[in-house]
């Protein structure tokens, strides 16, 4: 599965699918990659992605962590952001994606601090997967509610 994923983030040829396992996987390491973009990988933060991951795939909190784990690592691994917001993109329905984004905006939100880069990369990710600067926006501001 890891290596999978690894392989369609490095090029693998076009109609390659991800299966569900794979699908959250990518979700996890879009997450991790979201949290780090301000270089701080703060404890609240991946209590949030731990928190996303449980509720949006049904897990166990030591599922999810353990997911979150694996997630680390493939992020660590693919240097290329476009490629994971393709595979989510392929992965999610548009009608589910601005839950995608809300998710984000969550973790971001985690220590209270948005920093530029942080801005930055959501406005890119939203953009590449369809999900107007309005939307993301008012998921934004669902995120905030939610704290």
């Known amino acids: 599965m890891f290596a999978d994923i690894l392989r369609m983030l490095t090029g693998t040829p076009e109609g390659n699918t991800l299966d569900a396992t794979d699908a959250r996987l990518a979700m996890a390491a879009l997450l991790v990659r ?29 599922d999810a962590a353990a997911l979150r784990v694996e997630a680390e690592a493939l992020e660590e691994q693919a240097s290329d952001t476009v490629r994971f917001t393709r595979l989510i993109k392929d992965a999610v329905p548009y009608e589910e994606r601005d839950a ?20 930055a990369l959501l406005r890119m990710v939203a953009n590449l997967i369809g999900v107007s600067d309005r939307d993301s926006a008012l998921a934004r501001q669902r995120a905030q509610r939610a704290q």
């Open 34 to 62: 979201v949290a780090r973009a301000d270089d701080l990988y703060q404890p609240d933060e991946i209590a949030r992605i731990d928190s996303v991951l449980s509720r949006r795939y049904s897990l166990t909190p030591a």
């Open 100 to 119: 995608v984004i809300e998710a984000m905006w969550f973790v971001v939100l985690a220590d209270d601090d948005r920093s530029e880069d942080e801005n």
